[in-house]
């Protein structure tokens, strides 16, 4: 089994909004922190939020997305509002065995990676 499949990525206009979707297997699900993180065309993969008893945002995206999980679906949305085209890139969906609030924005800290969903905004 996968232990990471997102979806819901696609092409937006710029203002408009996207959810994005990661399903992870249950043995995941209930032991780890849950992240998003982002990677546009010859740039560095970044932090976009996380979430475990508590969130964090990076500050590029706080109050326009937001991340949740749905625990009976083993689900982790990403609400993306107010796209804007810097906001292009491939999301990925991350797992990781993280309990540390500030290391949550760290890649090498996570475990698990989906194998991402491009999210293109047209300005």
């Known amino acids: 089994q996968v232990p990471l499949v997102e979806s819901g990525g696609g092409l937006v206009q710029a203002g408009g909004s996207l959810r994005l979707s990661c399903a992870a297997s249950e043995r995941i699900f209930g032991s780890y922190a849950m992240g998003w993180f982002r990677q546009a065309p010859g740039k560095e993969r970044e932090f976009v939020a996380a979430?475990?008893?508590?969130?964090r945002y990076a500050d590029s995206v706080r109050g326009r997305f937001t991340i949740s999980r749905d625990n009976a679906k083993n689900l982790v949305y990403l609400q993306m509002n107010s796209l804007k085209p810097e906001d292009t890139a491939v999301y990925y969906c991350?797992?990781?065995?993280?309990?540390?609030?500030?290391?949550?924005?760290?890649?090498?800290?996570?475990?698990?990676w989906g194998q991402g969903t491009q999210v293109t905004v047209s300005s």
């Open positions: 979430i475990t008893w508590s969130t």
């Open positions: 991350a797992a990781g065995t993280i309990t540390t609030m500030s290391r949550l924005g760290a890649p090498d800290r996570y475990d698990y």
